[in-house]
């Protein structure tokens, strides 16, 4: 099931405490360009049909990554990428999209996304995996 754009936007922005839907919107756009550069084939594609078409363009459309960012340099990336941020605004930020993007995903297919990104994104989406 496809959530909604707004529906989306305002899920991440209570999660983030964003002051605006803009703010909201501009974190879910970060995330998900750099999220989408470490997804590849059937686990992109079935994530992308689960976020609201905007968002799945920019999914499916990444930012170029030249290898897996850690799950640290991840936030250091989407601090640099939003004008004005920290790291901790980063992984707050990171995580108020990333939980959404997780709620999005049923168990099964997050549990594929983790399986491509490297050790410590379990966090990011706020799904913490026995170790």
Known sequence: MTLRHEAFLEQV???????????AERAARVVLALLGAHLVGEVRA??????PEDFA????????SAEPLTAERFVRA???W???ATHQTAAW?????LSTVADAAEDDLLKQILLQLPAGYDLLFGRPQPT
């Open 93 to 97: 930020d990171v995580s108020a999209v």
């Open 78 to 80: 989407t601090a640099a």
């Open 57 to 64: 363009l920019i999914l499916l459309n990444p930012l170029q």
């Open 82 to 84: 939003i004008e004005g």
């Open 46 to 51: 079935r994530l992308a049909a689960r976020l």
């Open 13 to 23: 922005k209570e999660r983030g405490e964003y002051n605006s839907l803009p703010e």
